[in-house]
């Protein structure tokens, strides 16, 4: 098999399994939604939060210097491994007194017991076989994603059948527990390499990752400061509201958006020293990313209530104001991935850390200041700071590499009118003699997207006979590639 061939493969793959893994966790969330309660989301939020935080912490980047690395040597991999499970061991060693003070800081005593049995995870994914990142590496994702795939089977079945039980929170933390196990033992299964202790090449490996730890851990403040203050001032029946809404929002650039997204990423990486098309590559994912978000942002922010009550259950309705603002996290998730990914593609690591440094003080003082407010105007605000911070990103980025900011703002202008359309058209749902909120939501989004749709087509359509533009001309030939299959034949 061809280069060309096996990174097609493996690119489809890994699409794939994105696609898979989203979904099935995605189907999971509505289902238990449905069976467990706020309050048991609102802890599981909690251990979520505490167990991410320091697997960001714990993260010795040894995955990611075993891709890059030329010629990867047996003592590299056992060094990997070696240093994963002595960081993830001592955390997992330090959480039996430490799950105890946060248990009684939180004044919830469950906790104790939920933050011990999830630590364990840690330690358990820190033993997978370092061969698993040479398969990753050489483009074999054939065994991976057949992995992955029994990984999510197993986890999905135990959280179901635990909720069906016995529901409580035990049935998310049982299902992270098995997909943690199923993934590990999976890996000596689909590798041959077995791993030894080794602190050999400890030196060089710590030198690749200081810089990304410290990424990390900003990133990880910046998109959990909000919920990490939610927990401490509201009750876990709110904050599960608040955990399971937010990730609501920003489920359909993780699910549709961001794997529509990589072609544009990969053409953007292969111009970075040609800044004219780098400039005009990036307008045209920055213009893709708006025709397709701004319309899902809006009909999630017109009809909030009806969507809570169709996808998570009338039990959740009482917090369908937060999916509303939460739409704006779905726009800035996504635009500031494709910033971000723009600043690696032009090796601007230094500047991009000293943004996430700023940007995350900046969010960090703006929340506490906001921390006497109510839980759905926190979460307006949560949604507003995050258009700022998305916004500042772009207007830095094109300070150090000009991206023709006007001209990418005069093309948004249309998507803008056709946006305005759309939401007046869906407001006339409201004045039909039928007031069911499902109803509405339904035939509201559909004349929404189907105005918003027509309007910009027929001016794009309009636009393209009398003149000649590049960016749009781009997209239609995207889109044609895509539809036709066009791409998969080439390659």
Request: net charge positive.
């Amino acid at each position: 098999m061809s280069l060309a061939s096996k990174v097609l493969s493996g690119s489809l793959l890994q699409l794939a399994m994105q696609l898979t893994n989203r979904l099935i966790g995605l189907i999971s969330t509505l289902l238990l939604a449905r069976l467990l309660v706020p309050e048991d989301f609102g802890l599981v939020a909690i251990v979520v939060m505490v167990i991410q935080f320091f697997e960001t912490l714990a993260d010795a980047g040894t995955h990611k210097y075993l891709i890059q690395k030329s010629h990867v040597l047996t003592a590299d991999l056992n060094t990997a491994w070696s240093l994963d499970m002595l960081i993830k061991g001592c955390i997992t060693l330090a959480m039996i007194p430490g799950a105890w003070q946060l248990a009684n800081w939180y004044q919830l005593p469950e906790l104790h017991m939920a933050l011990l049995v999830a630590t364990s995870t840690m330690l358990i994914r820190a033993a997978k076989n370092p061969g698993y990142s040479l398969l990753v590496k050489e483009i074999e994702y054939r065994s991976i994603f057949k992995l992955t795939l029994t990984q999510k089977i197993f986890s999905f079945s135990i959280t179901l059948t635990w909720a069906l039980w016995s529901p409580s929170y035990w049935a998310l933390i049982a299902g992270e527990w098995v997909s943690a196990f199923v993934f590990t033992v999976g890996t000596y299964c689909i590798h041959r390499f077995r791993p030894r202790w080794s602190l050999s090449h400890l030196h060089e490996q710590w030198h690749f990752s200081q810089w990304s730890l410290l990424r990390g851990v900003l990133g990880f403040l910046r998109a959990h400061l909000d919920t990490l203050l939610v927990s401490r001032l509201f009750p876990p029946a709110e904050l599960g509201g608040y955990h399971l809404q937010r990730d609501l929002a920003v489920t359909p650039a993780l699910l549709v958006i961001m794997p529509v997204l990589e072609p544009l990423l990969s053409a953007m990486a292969k111009s970075k020293h040609d800044h004219e098309l780098f400039a005009f590559r990036f307008r045209v994912a920055f213009l893709l990313l708006m025709i397709t978000l701004l319309p899902i942002t809006g009909i999630m922010w017109q009809f909030s209530e009806g969507i809570t009550h169709v996808v998570l259950g009338a039990q959740w309705t009482t917090y369908h104001k937060l999916l509303k603002y939460f739409s704006l996290l779905f726009i800035t998730y996504s635009v500031f991935a494709l910033v971000v990914d723009s600043f690696v593609a032009q090796g601007l690591m230094r500047a991009l850390f000293l943004f996430d440094l700023l940007s995350t003080a900046a969010l960090a003082v703006a929340l506490i200041a906001l921390h006497e407010l109510s839980l759905t105007n926190f979460a307006l605000y949560r949604g507003l700071l995050g258009l700022v911070i998305t916004v500042s990103i772009v207007i830095y980025f094109n300070g150090i590499r000009p991206i023709g900011l006007w001209r990418l703002t005069c093309l948004l202008i249309p998507v803008g009118l056709a946006l305005a359309l759309g939401h007046y058209a869906a407001q006339t749902i409201f004045i039909w003699e039928t007031k069911h909120i499902v109803y509405q939501a339904i035939l509201g989004s559909m004349l929404y997207a189907f105005t918003y749709g027509t309007a910009l087509l027929t001016y794009y359509l309009i636009e393209q006979h009398f003149k000649s533009n590049e960016e749009i001309r781009s997209l239609y030939t995207f889109f044609g590639r895509i539809t036709s299959f066009q791409w998969l034949r080439k390659s």
